[in-house]
């Protein structure tokens, strides 16, 4: 059976596809309509912690203190959390609403977020100590892993072979059980046992509920796309803000039916310090601990966030349809979706009468003029480029940073308040950074009664929509919903502070996203339950996505006399440089965009003196690239020769050496496969080290290689793995391949039809630490290919790749011996130094280490074509090993 979990295929399910949908029609009838009792697999709603009796509803809990929290209080926090999933999922009308593909293909259906919080639930506590073993090995396979799609183009196929709501309904019944024993029994959350800290197995306890709210939110926004005959709002479920039953004009005025917010409000800089103390008496994910310091200059912003009535002008400015506004690649994701309004808007009458519904979570209402806009990154940029040109500004609108969000809040919420209150030094501020009655975080003193009225912010599901954008009241500078209402997309990439660490329980939560691609939200929604209301709050998505997620205006202060106002000004806007929190992080968490690093000026319009320091710069760096002795050695070899001193024999002969480098993964699958034929092995199980996007490892197991039965990649990698596995699944990916400059030509990466994807599997790891089911002697055959000088511990690679063979195994080696301290100190080359004053050449230095435990089969060359754009190309000859253990 195929599944979405590459390693599943190796799991013998305990359901056959047929079990998984034979009960759907009798099912069907109790999926439309209210849910019965039968539906709650935990407490019912109005048993639950958290209800309101008098609204009839369920609203979120306060965030517990790990440091008073009863057992009590936790079981109460569970059971709010887990019975507020279900009337959300309550909503969805028949079969079809839970398996329907979202309408954008880049997320799975909602069948898997049913389920999916469940899993967590229970894998977490395996991972922690807190369970043994599973319920249900093959659904916490299926319901494991959601997606993080790599483009707006990135489309997910849709599957016929999810679990039926019955089986993953009665999971959640078995779970929910499982969980509350755990709850109920841990000697952990004992009042002796208090605080809960990072390292304490109850940690995942807490982290359980947090991932289940996270859940929430990007669930209800999944709903909020589906179609109105696929949902109905669940009893339950907080109201709509009343605003809703206001009558609603088709063509809005401003200061009448939306807030006029063309002032942009002033404010001072100020150092911010990001980051939340580790001791702080909540649970916290792992991105928000570490300290950032950020000096933030002065700047001037929106007083509301941008509502629907703003966001009309842009619209009927034909924004959408005006290029120069958008980015490349807000561009290229508009005219992919033919995307002319936002995405919550219904058109109520035909396109150009600008006659607008909006789509809350569960109906169509009327067009709430005066809620904030809910659009993605890409739009909000949009609108600010449109915007300065409006307002004929010298200087380019944007959108907030974390650092600068800190300063519109009040004092109360920063996360560096207790620094703006005493200094950022001082022995107060020091002494109080844990005392959450000190340090307060909003999120953790009321629930979703009495949030709105008793500290001001539509969190904790206060109300079951956004509210109007200037009701509850601002902050001390007089900005309004610095907390809750709708998130703010912010211009920082998503990174990691100095002092970040990998929590062991969750760790691929964060770093994955550590690449430059997914920009911060900041300051939650009206969904935003528990942890994701809380000041400290970091949350990231790609640009393309909607997430209940709005923006302001932003527009730095600058001296323009700085500036060569000859070439920018009203029609050439000035960018200036602004710091974010991703700028600089430490490696391995260094992201791609150009705002990710101090050193990356080149989208920022330099000053005067920029100017000139730059072309200095580049000048004398030029100057003395071409004079320094390696260079003009390799340019004099280039031109002069002699040939036979400077190539190899094998590059000048006739044997077709560029034509044999083209396709090097294949060949060297083959002809490891070769090999392992030739001794005989029984081509059991092969293991691709270094595998990056996988193409050896089909290879290995495909016919024209002798197909082994199990061929296993591995790559450490994150991101090399997640395409791996999107071409495993389905065998094509469209991406972009570099011609010249910036331009670039869409084209699609396909995997041959006879390459059987159900005996590869793709795993994130580090090829000098291999698990043990990989170091176990069972490999006939491993693939080294180009790796070894790339690794910190080469001699540790051969090691491993030695447990790994059994008996008689084979391996194939190859690499240019580009060794660098950037991948492999000094001190663990293999070769290529001195010793003694004698050189120590990498291919005499290695044949030695080999021959301990393997026999040399075949020493060659083996080339390889490197492509950097459509004219350049990098050409290896690495130098190939094939060698069989003893």
């Known amino acids: 059976m195929s599944t979405r979990n590459p390693s599943l295929n190796n799991l013998t399910a305990s359901l056959s596809k047929t079990a998984l949908v034979d009960d759907v029609s009798e099912f069907e009838a109790?999926?439309?309509?209210?849910?019965?009792?039968?539906?709650?697999?935990?407490?019912?709603?109005?048993?639950?912690?958290?209800?309101?009796?008098?609204?009839?509803v369920l609203r979120a809990l306060p965030l517990p203190s790990l440091k008073t929290a009863t057992r009590q209080e936790v079981l109460d926090y569970f059971d709010n959390c887990w019975?507020?999933?279900?009337?959300?999922?309550?909503?969805?009308?028949?079969?079809?609403?839970?398996?329907?593909?979202?309408?954008?293909?880049?997320?799975?259906?909602?069948?898997?977020?049913?389920?999916?919080?469940?899993?967590?639930?229970?894998?977490?506590?395996?991972?922690?100590?807190?369970?043994?073993?599973?319920?249900?090995?093959?659904?916490?396979?299926?319901?494991?892993?959601?997606?993080?799609?790599?483009?707006?183009?990135?489309?997910?196929?849709?599957?016929d072979d999810w679990?039926?709501?019955?089986?993953?309904?009665?999971?959640?019944?078995?779970?929910?059980?499982?969980?509350?024993?755990?709850?109920?029994?841990?000697?952990?959350?004992?009042?002796?046992?208090?605080?809960?800290?990072?390292?304490?197995?109850?940690?995942?306890?807490?982290?359980?509920?947090?991932?289940?709210?996270?859940?929430?939110?990007?669930?209800?926004?999944?709903?909020?796309?589906?179609?109105?005959?696929?949902?109905?709002?669940p009893e339950f479920w907080p109201d709509y803000h009343p605003s809703t039953v206001h009558p609603s004009t088709i063509l809005p005025t401003?200061?009448?039916?939306?807030?006029?917010?063309?002032?942009?409000?002033?404010?001072?800089?100020?150092?911010?310090?990001?980051?939340?103390?580790?001791?702080?008496?909540?649970?916290?994910?792992?991105?928000?601990?570490?300290?950032?310091?950020?000096?933030?200059?002065?700047?001037?912003?929106?007083?509301?966030?941008?509502?629907?009535?703003?966001?009309?002008?842009?619209?009927?400015?034909?924004?959408?349809?005006?290029?120069?506004?958008?980015?490349?690649?807000g561009w290229g994701w508009r005219t992919f979706r033919n995307v002319k309004w936002p995405t919550f808007w219904i058109p109520d009458g035909p396109q150009g009468l600008h006659r607008y519904k909006l789509r809350a979570l569960f109906d169509s209402i009327d067009m709430r003029w005066d809620w904030p806009v809910d659009v993605n990154y890409h739009e909000a940029k949009a609108y600010c480029a449109w915007r300065a040109e409006k307002d004929g500004s010298e200087v380019m609108y944007r959108i907030i940073t974390e650092a600068e969000h800190m300063l519109l809040r009040n004092t109360r919420d920063r996360a560096d308040s207790l620094g703006a209150l005493y200094g950022q030094h001082s022995d107060k501020k020091a002494m109080a950074l844990a005392d959450e009655t000190i340090n307060v975080d909003a999120c953790m003193q009321?629930?979703?009664?009495?949030?709105?009225?008793?500290?001001?912010?539509n969190l904790q599901l206060a109300y079951g929509s956004q509210n109007p954008v200037n009701e509850l009241p601002p902050s001390e500078k007089g900005f309004y919903d610095t907390l809750g209402n709708a998130w703010e997309w912010g211009e920082d990439h998503y990174a990691a502070f100095p002092g970040f660490k990998v929590h062991p329980y969750y760790d691929d939560f964060s770093s994955p996203c550590f690449g430059g691609k997914h920009n911060l939200i900041i300051g939650g929604s009206f969904m935003s339950t528990g942890q994701l209301g809380s000041k400290f709050a970091r949350y990231q998505f790609r640009p393309h996505f909607f997430q209940h997620a709005s923006f302001r205006v932003v527009c730095q202060d600058v001296d323009t006399s700085v500036y060569d106002m000859k070439r920018y000004g009203r029609d050439n806007p000035i960018v200036p440089y602004f710091p974010t929190s991703c700028m600089d992080s430490a490696e391995p968490h260094v992201g791609d965009g150009p705002c990710c690093s101090e050193k990356r000026r080149c989208a920022f319009t330099p000053t005067i003196e920029e100017g000139i320091e730059q072309s200095r710069a580049m000048q004398d760096a030029t100057q003395i690239l071409y004079e320094s002795d390696a260079l003009v050695s390799?340019?004099?070899?280039?031109?002069?020769?002699?040939?036979?001193?400077?190539?190899?024999?094998?590059?000048?002969?006739?044997?077709?050496?560029?034509?044999?480098?083209?396709?090097?993964?294949?060949?060297?699958?083959?002809?490891?496969?070769?090999?392992?034929?030739?001794?005989?092995?029984?081509?059991?199980?092969?293991?691709?080290?270094?595998?990056?996007?996988?193409?050896?490892?089909?290879?290995?197991?495909?016919?024209?290689?002798?197909?082994?039965?199990?061929?296993?990649?591995?790559?450490?990698?994150?991101?090399?793995?997640?395409?791996?596995?999107?071409?495993r699944e389905a065998r094509r990916m469209d991406y972009d391949l570099k011609v010249e400059g910036e331009i670039t030509e869409r084209v699609a990466a396909v995997l041959e039809e006879t390459v059987d994807t159900a005996r590869v599997k793709f795993l994130q790891g580090d090829a000098c630490r291999l698990p043990s089911d990989l170091a176990s002697g069972t490999f006939d055959a491993v693939l080294v290919a180009n790796v070894l000088d790339r690794v910190p511990d080469p001699s540790r690679l051969l090691s491993q790749m030695a447990e790994a063979l059994c008996p008689g195994g084979v391996a194939l080696i190859t690499t240019p011996f580009s060794w660098s301290d950037k991948y492999t100190g000094r001190a663990n080359w293999i070769g290529g130094t001195h010793k003694d004053g004698e050189a120590q050449r990498s291919i005499d230095v290695l044949n030695k280490m080999l021959s301990d435990k393997f026999k040399i089969l075949q020493e060659d060359s083996m080339p390889l074509l490197l492509a950097e754009h459509s004219r350049k190309f990098e050409l290896l000859l690495t130098h190939r090993f094939i060698v069989q253990k003893k």
């Open 30 to 56: 109790e999926l439309h309509g209210p849910r019965g009792e039968w539906w709650w697999t935990g407490r019912a709603p109005r048993d639950t912690a958290g209800f309101d009796h008098s609204a009839g």
């Open 83 to 159: 019975t507020t999933t279900e009337i959300l999922f309550a909503s969805l009308q028949g079969w079809d609403a839970f398996v329907r593909q979202p309408y954008h293909q880049l997320r799975h259906p909602k069948i898997f977020y049913y389920g999916h919080p469940a899993v967590v639930y229970v894998n977490k506590f395996r991972v922690a100590g807190l369970l043994e073993g599973p319920i249900d090995p093959f659904i916490e396979q299926v319901f494991e892993t959601g997606v993080d799609e790599m483009s707006w183009d990135d489309l997910s196929q849709g599957r």
């Open 163 to 233: 679990p039926s709501v019955r089986i993953v309904h009665e999971y959640r019944k078995k779970a929910y059980d499982v969980i509350r024993n755990v709850i109920e029994t841990h000697p952990g959350l004992e009042p002796g046992s208090l605080p809960v800290t990072w390292d304490d197995p109850c940690w995942a306890v807490f982290m359980g509920f947090e991932h289940e709210r996270i859940h929430l939110e990007t669930s209800s926004v999944l709903i909020r796309e589906l179609p109105l005959s696929s949902v109905r709002k």
């Open 254 to 329: 401003e200061g009448i039916d939306y807030p006029a917010n063309d002032e942009l409000v002033a404010v001072g800089g100020e150092t911010v310090v990001l980051g939340k103390p580790m001791d702080y008496p909540s649970f916290g994910w792992d991105n928000e601990y570490g300290s950032k310091v950020v000096d933030v200059t002065s700047f001037r912003a929106s007083r509301f966030k941008v509502t629907n009535g703003e966001f009309l002008r842009f619209v009927r400015a034909r924004g959408y349809s005006t290029p120069k506004y958008w980015s490349t690649e």
């Open 446 to 457: 009321a629930s979703g009664i009495d949030i709105a009225a008793k500290i001001g912010f």
């Open 634 to 727: 390799q340019y004099l070899s280039m031109h002069f020769g002699p040939p036979d001193k400077v190539y190899p024999a094998a590059l000048l002969g006739e044997g077709g050496l560029l034509q044999a480098s083209l396709d090097a993964p294949r060949m060297a699958a083959e002809e490891l496969a070769a090999w392992a034929k030739r001794a005989g092995l029984s081509m059991a199980r092969a293991l691709d080290l270094g595998c990056a996007v996988g193409r050896a490892t089909f290879e290995l197991a495909s016919p024209e290689c002798g197909r082994f039965h199990e061929a296993v990649g591995l790559d450490i990698s994150a991101r090399f793995i997640e395409v791996a596995n999107k071409m």
